[in-house]
């Protein structure tokens, strides 16, 4: 079974910064790709970021590129995501997720393994 626990997310004001990471427990990611999605009220859950665990190569949604950093730590099994000029809209709750597979999706049902969720407010 994997694990998969999020943490660093709270409130922030706009143009503020995040950090939030996930540690994964209960299998080898060595060649498993991560993703970052988020689901505000009221919405669909949507894709924000993913990393390809063995070549670091990453997919972003038009929404966060330029402002948000999908990166990992093979070696201790973290994912992290990086939020830079944090806007209300980026309000949600975020979820850390992996694939049984090295390529990249950003598809919601590409993904087998999911986390429980942090939650990020951005005030304006």
């Known amino acids: 079974q994997v694990q998969l626990v999020e943490s660093g997310g709270g409130l922030v004001q706009a143009g503020g910064s995040l950090r939030l990471s996930c540690a994964a427990s209960g299998r080898t990611f060595s060649s498993f790709a991560m993703g970052w999605f988020r689901q505000a009220p009221g919405k669909e859950r949507e894709f924000v970021a993913s990393i390809n665990w063995s070549d670091d190569s990453t997919l972003y949604a038009d929404g966060v590129k330029g402002r948000f950093t999908i990166s990992r730590a093979n070696a201790k099994n973290m994912v992290y995501l990086q939020m830079n000029s944090l806007k209300p809209e980026d309000t949600a709750v975020y979820y850390c997720?992996?694939?049984?597979?090295?390529?990249?999706?950003?598809?919601?049902?590409?993904?087998?393994?999911w986390g429980q969720g942090t939650q990020v407010t951005v005030s304006s």
């Open positions: 997720a992996s694939r049984k597979t090295p390529a990249q999706a950003i598809g919601v049902r590409s993904y087998d393994y």
